[in-house]
């Protein structure tokens, strides 16, 4: 069982390029969730979505989209990529139906973004 | 608004000591809480989570917290400590959303060092 899968593992970007980053979670989750980690900050949420088809702004959001075509993906994009998004980027999903896993997000290992 | 404290940004503490990692909530309602753990190069792992009940919880790896209302805490416990729970510690608490508690607020973590 995989769980949540986060792709690519590292990116180093230039000042205005543009990238994906992909979330994929095996487990049927109804939620699924976009975070940024910065030191000394915690996670802060980019965007969430609460079914396929359907996207929320976060806590930050701005210079990010989201899109979720599918139930079990989730995707980040960056447009034109700032060195201010440099970060430590996490996927979680989490159900809603299944009453054991109600409430608990599961983690991907995590994207590590450097923009120059 | 919801928040969480973690007054202590770093921890040392030698193998086989006790542990106490400390976490303050603010939230209008009963909440929801969790402390995850972050291994260097990995994502969240959920150690233990409160939602109701008995206010001291059980985790994996040996931890415990205790949910104390009157004191707005949920602070995280080990009796001994190994090497290899050097890691980062966050406590978050659940904000409810669309009907549940599924949108996380996390603290800015406390990281722990272990001397052998």
């Known amino acids: 069982n995989a769980g949540v899968t986060q792709t690519p593992k590292f990116r180093v970007l230039k000042t205005g390029q543009s990238m994906t980053l992909l979330c994929a979670q095996d487990?049927?989750?109804?939620?699924m969730y976009w975070y940024r980690q910065d030191p000394g900050m915690g996670l802060r949420l980019i965007h969430y979505?609460?079914?396929?088809?359907?996207?929320a702004k976060g806590e930050v959001p701005d210079g990010y989209n989201v899109s979720r075509l599918k139930k079990q993906n989730f995707l980040l994009g960056l447009e034109s990529a700032a060195p201010s998004q440099t970060s430590v980027y996490f996927c979680?999903?989490?159900?809603?139906?299944?009453?054991?896993?109600?409430?608990?997000?599961?983690f991907g290992a995590g994207t590590r973004l450097s923009v120059l | 608004a919801q928040s969480v404290t973690q007054p202590d940004i770093h921890i040392t503490v030698s193998e086989g000591a006790s542990l106490e990692l400390r976490c303050n909530y603010s939230y209008g309602a009963t909440p929801y809480l969790f402390w995850y753990v972050q291994s260097p190069g990995q994502g969240l792992q959920l150690l233990l989570k409160?939602?109701?009940?008995?206010?001291l919880v059980q985790g994996i790896k040996g931890f415990e917290a205790e949910f104390k209302r009157s004191q707005s805490s949920f602070n995280l416990r080990k009796p001994s400590v190994h090497w290899s729970d050097a890691a980062e510690y966050f406590c978050a608490v659940g904000s409810q959303f669309s009907g549940g508690y599924n949108k996380l607020i996390f603290g800015a973590g406390t990281r722990l060092a272990v001397h052998p």
């Open positions: 979680a999903s989490t159900a809603v139906l299944v009453a054991k896993d109600k409430n608990i997000q599961y």
């Open positions: 487990m049927n989750h109804e939620y």
């Open positions: 409160y939602f109701s009940g008995d206010t």
């Open positions: 979505s609460v079914g396929e088809g359907t996207t």
